[in-house]
């Protein structure tokens, strides 16, 4: 991997050109340079990258939603990627408008874990008022987001976290908080609707007997012998992969503006430390986003 000069992306007619100020990290970056999505469908030489924030360049002929000049931010294509750069292009469909209040460092940061969380809590399991939720991972790119998602959605909030995460995690909005290190989450939960599962492993396996009867697991990472787990433990069990989405990234901007969701910064690393922030990422322990800072 290098940081070098390549040509501008070609503007399609649908998309938009965002000269970047920021670009999230995720652990699928890393997967992905070091070969191990199985079902990468990316050729190399690539540029790596997965969401962005910056302001418009250009539209293409057809792009009506965007104007030169707006702030934006997106999860861009991930059969295309690209985001880890001076110029990123885009379809409309999956940018929005960044919020106002958000540096550019922080609303890159949203879109791949936001969205990821967003569709786990309301289009793979449908949390609404007073379902009993445990969030793994409280403080994680994904699980810090998800805990103030679900309290959005006015869900009875449980995470796990370790223990100098916790404070944060119940200001995110946690009615209980386990440390993961200190307590078996599951000697202590039952009965519960949902587990939003960002870890795997053991902590999966120990999830299923949580769950009431007919509630549900659904992961981001996954799992094994789905279909003789959801079986013993008479529950509901599902693994997704996160797909762009403009619109309900505009959403989670309107969250933002109304003060209901709160992006977690980690470390901001400039582009030309890209490594440096992939291997950060890798080693994981750290509290919210590694993101990459673009100079204009
Ligand atoms: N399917 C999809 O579409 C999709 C989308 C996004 C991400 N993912 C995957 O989801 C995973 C999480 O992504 P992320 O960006 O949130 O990663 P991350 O920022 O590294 O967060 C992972 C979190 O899990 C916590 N953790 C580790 N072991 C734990 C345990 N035993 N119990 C409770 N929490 C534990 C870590 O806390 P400590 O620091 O305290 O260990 C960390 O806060 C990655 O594997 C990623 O590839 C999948």
Redesign the pocket.
């Known amino acids: 991997m290098s940081v070098t000069d390549v040509p501008r992306p070609t503007v399609g007619p649908r998309d938009v050109l965002i000269e970047a100020r920021a670009a999230g990290v ?3 970056d890393h ?1 992905i340079v070091k070969g191990f999505m199985s079902a990468d469908p990316l050729t190399r030489p690539l540029v790596i990258g997965n969401e962005v924030a910056g302001v418009v360049a250009q539209i293409g002929a057809e792009v009506t939603s965007f104007a030169v000049g707006n702030e934006v931010f997106a999860r861009v294509d991930p059969q295309v990627g690209g985001a880890f750069a001076e110029y990123v292009a885009v379809d409309q469909s999956l940018v929005a408008l960044k919020p106002r209040d958000l540096s550019f460092e922080e609303a890159a940061s949203l879109p ?2 936001g969205l ?1 969380a967003w569709q786990a809590l309301t289009e793979q399991t449908r949390v609404g008022p007073g379902a009993r939720v445990l969030i ?8 810090s987001l998800a805990v103030q998602i679900a309290r959005h959605l006015r869900a009875h909030v449980v995470a ?3 223990a100098d ?1 916790m404070e944060i995690v119940r200001k995110f909005g946690a009615d209980q908080v386990i440390d ?1 290190r200190t307590e078996q989450f599951d000697e202590v939960l039952t009965g519960l609707d949902v587990v939003f599962d ?6 999966q396996d120990r999830s299923f007997r949580v769950l009431r009867p007919g509630g549900t697991l659904v992961s ?2 996954p799992i094994a012998d789905i279909d003789a787990k959801k079986t013993r433990w008479n529950v509901d069990a599902r ?4 797909r762009p989405h403009g619109e309900q990234l505009a959403h989670l901007a309107g969250l933002v503006t109304a003060g209901e969701l709160q992006p977690l910064l980690e470390t901001v690393f400039p582009l030309a430390e890209t490594a440096r922030a992939l291997q950060k ?1 890798e080693r ?6 590694t993101v990459l800072t673009i100079p204009a």
């Open positions: 995720n652990p699928v997967l791949l874990a990821t793994h991972g409280g403080v994680g790119g994904v699980g796990t976290t370790s995460s993961y960002t870890v795997g492993g053991p902590t981001i990472v693994t997704f992969l996160m990422v994981g322990g750290a509290r919210g986003k």
